[in-house]
């Protein structure tokens, strides 16, 4: 069991930058891999970027492939989400995810923990 906080949504206009936290308590993600989705108003959660803890391995949506990027601080048991150059269609809701030992994974039912969410709007 490990809990999710995500931090650093915010209001920012088009082709500006975020950069989202997700801080994990409990247990270390050392054997997890961690996932951000993203879930705008009236759609639904669809997958953004994963990360497996062990070797850093990663996968991105086609959306956002070149413009964010996933990373993790081990010493403080955080993953970031670097968002660059974003549109508006990237408003949405950001969700942090982790799910225990295996390959990196898009669907949101294969993920165990969630976090609460965090706010991100781009104004054009």
């Known amino acids: 069991q490990v809990q999710l906080v995500e931090s650093g949504g915010g209001l920012v206009q088009a082709g500006a930058s975020l950069r989202l936290s997700c801080a994990a308590s409990?247990?270390?993600?050392?054997?997890?891999?961690i996932g951000w989705f993203r879930q705008a108003p009236g759609k639904e959660r669809v997958f953004v970027a994963a990360?497996?803890?062990?070797?850093?391995?990663?996968l991105y949506a086609g959306s956002v492939k070149g413009r964010f990027t996933i990373s993790r601080d081990n010493a403080k048991n955080t993953v970031y989400l670097q968002m660059n150059s974003l549109k508006p269609e990237d408003t949405a809701v950001y969700y942090c995810?982790?799910?225990?030992?295996?390959?990196?994974?898009?669907?949101?039912?294969?993920?165990?923990?969630w976090g609460q969410g965090t706010q991100a709007t781009v104004s054009s």
């Open positions: 990360i497996r803890w062990s070797d850093t391995s990663t």
């Open positions: 995810a982790a799910k225990t030992w295996g390959g990196l994974r898009v669907g949101v039912n294969e993920y165990d923990y």
């Open positions: 409990g247990r270390t993600f050392s054997s997890y891999t």
